[in-house]
């Protein structure tokens, strides 16, 4: 603290920086007012000799002044008593304890357990007759709480939110039964465990007095002999499991650190953990069962896998949100669709195919419905009949993925809906024309919508709540969508064209599909003759001959390419809106967005 020699004469106009001389004060005459404001900086006055005195000859602090600074004393020492318990765990156990080989830091040698004693899982427990028998157990202690000095209990964790109950009792002393033994250092050492250390015990299952509530495996209990720490987590945590599983509702990117699991202060660190709650381990479950049923029905229906590229030597999409990088001694571009790759394979001579890649978006979309990387699932099929043939392939897999979903994983959509509030999925039957519901049974701010618009993301979501309400179905298909509205490669519905009046607007035969009033996929006919071809990517303002598409052309004048057809679909997308998720950031394991590049 500075000290401003007291002048009778002066005053100091302002007050002195901690750490800076007393003589850098400006002084002025006796008398100035001066204002001060500054409450971080302080100073203080040394006193006259007579002063000092009269301070030595005050009264000694009363009774209870002395009582509250003994008080006060005693509740700092238990701080720093309680402080020290909860460092127990790394603290040696002591030499004397009887129980000593049965808890503790695991030794670097094989932990030796009973022989009797089953490695088991707590998903396992409900197939198998476990009451009465050992297992051996390795989770997460999510929690503690002390009964008494020879009782506590813990929860402990799985993977996903597979919890369990354990208790540990001190046995009577000495021992009246056999080792292993249960001393009441060993509780206290197991209580004192830091919440999300990762621990194996030893313990026997029992049927606890009535179902624990707040366990998944409720029915169960453990009664743990052995514990011992694999890993310690840290005293203080950064972010609490009940704090991480609070749903995110601030999606600008900058928040949605929070679902990650790393620490409050620091919610916008993108340099955090990779999320381990149990409601995103559930999302992430229900993911990859959406990608693994995509490619079984495409496989039991005779598609083959491919890979396609993501880097690649020209734009496949066109436009400017493309991500371009210095190859060597080229440009080169990170893929925006498989699209032009999957119609090689059919001009390859491959009937059917389907992949699983990455897809890149330059766009910058700083919305909850977009990404800069996300996952395509994607397929393209030789057309037989007519372009419903890829229309109603397309439907039939996105139903099966859902309802394949809803078998399997009951318990972890239940979980995800905990958290995240959304109504039981509908599934469909055929509805009608789009824009004509919206202006015929929609708002009034959509009456006067055109057929050969795009809908807008307020018109989907306003279709997709009239449909549900009208037809009892959150899943449905918008069909022959506008040529304005398509890419060149979307073949044009020649029967439509060739039975209208002049003027009337070029439809294609290509259709989106909608999710909860949220778009799913794209997909369509393609135009597979090399002169329509030209001719519509010249209408589209594109020069045929230019770098990016000269080749793509080729394809389709080197080999005679049979109608086909297909379709692509977000994986995000599916995930985030099937779940009732407010944004696809969550369905993914790590978003990319135009300001998010971590962790």
Not at 44 to 66: G, H, L, W
Not at 224 to 238: D, E, K, S, V
Not at 302 to 328: D, H, N, Q
Not at 583 to 588: D, K
Request: glycine share 6%; charged share 25%.
């Amino acid at each position: 603290m500075p000290v401003c020699h007291w002048n009778p004469a002066l005053i100091p106009i302002c007050l002195v920086e901690p750490g800076k001389h007393h003589e850098s004060a400006t002084y002025l005459p006796r008398g100035t007012l001066v204002p001060l404001f500054r409450r971080q900086f302080q100073f203080t006055y040394t006193v006259s000799q007579q002063q000092q005195c009269n301070m030595d000859e005050a009264a000694p602090p009363s009774k209870k002044a002395a009582k509250k600074a003994e008080a006060k004393a005693r509740k700092e020492a238990l701080k720093v008593q309680r402080a020290d318990a909860r460092q127990a765990p790394s603290s040696a156990v002591e030499l004397d304890d009887p129980a000593k080989g049965f808890y503790g830091q695991a030794p670097t040698t094989p932990i030796i357990f009973s022989s009797s004693a089953e490695d088991i899982s707590l998903r396992n427990f409900s197939n198998r007759n476990v009451e009465g028998k050992t297992i051996i157990l390795r989770a997460w202690l999510q929690t503690s709480r002390t009964q008494s000095a020879k009782m506590a209990f813990v929860k402990l964790r799985e993977e996903g939110n597979w919890t369990i109950q354990g208790v540990v009792t001190a046995t009577s002393e000495p021992p009246e039964q056999e080792p292993p033994i249960v001393s009441r250092p060993m509780v206290r050492w197991i209580a004192g465990i830091n919440p999300e250390s990762f621990v194996v015990v030893e313990a026997e299952v029992q049927r606890p007095i009535e179902p624990v509530k707040r366990c998944r495996v409720s029915n169960f209990e453990l009664r743990i002999t052995r514990c011992y720490l694999l890993a310690p987590a840290p005293a203080i945590l950064g972010m609490t499991l009940a704090a991480a599983n609070r749903p995110v509702v601030d999606f600008n990117d900058e928040a949605i650190g929070a679902k990650a699991g790393v620490r409050e202060e620091e919610e916008t660190d993108k340099e955090g953990p990779p999320a381990a709650t149990p409601v995103q381990q559930a999302i992430a479950g229900i993911r990859m069962e959406m990608k693994h049923q995509f490619r079984s029905y495409l496989k039991a229906r005779v598609f083959k896998e491919f890979e396609p590229p993501s880097l690649i030597g020209a734009t496949s999409e066109g436009g400017s949100s493309v991500f371009r990088m210095r190859y060597f001694a080229q440009e080169a571009f990170l893929a925006q669709s498989p699209q032009f790759y999957k119609q090689f394979e059919i001009a390859g001579g491959r009937k059917r195919v389907f992949s699983i890649a990455p897809v890149f978006r330059a766009g910058n979309s700083n919305t909850s419905r977009h990404m800069t990387e996300f996952t395509g699932l994607d397929l393209e099929m030789e057309i037989r009949n007519d372009y419903s043939d890829v229309l109603y392939l397309l439907e039939g897999v996105l139903l099966y993925i859902f309802r394949q979903v809803h078998r399997i994983f009951k318990d972890e959509i239940e979980l995800v809906r905990s958290v995240y509030r959304s109504s039981e999925i509908l599934l469909p039957e055929p509805g009608q024309e789009a824009q004509q519901l919206l202006r015929e049974e929609g708002p009034a701010e959509f009456r006067h919508v055109r057929d050969d618009d795009d809908m807008s993301t307020p018109q989907e979501k306003a279709l997709g709540a009239l449909v549900r309400q009208k037809f009892n179905t959150d899943f449905y298909v918008v069909d022959k969508f506008p040529e304005t509205a398509r890419p060149f490669y979307a073949k044009l519905d020649d029967t439509a064209a060739a039975g209208s009046a002049e003027g009337a607007v070029k439809v294609t035969n290509a259709f989106d599909m909608f999710l909860r009033g949220q778009e799913i996929l794209s997909g369509g006919q393609r135009t597979n003759h090399p002169d329509e071809l030209e001719a519509r990517i010249r209408a589209k303002g594109i020069d045929p001959a230019s770098p990016d598409i000269d080749g793509y052309v080729q394809v389709f004048r080197q080999v005679g390419v049979p109608p086909h057809g297909g379709g692509g679909i977000g994986l995000d997308r599916i995930v985030a809106w099937y779940l009732g998720l407010p944004s696809v950031h969550l369905a993914a394991y790590y978003p990319r967005t135009p300001r998010r590049l971590l962790p």
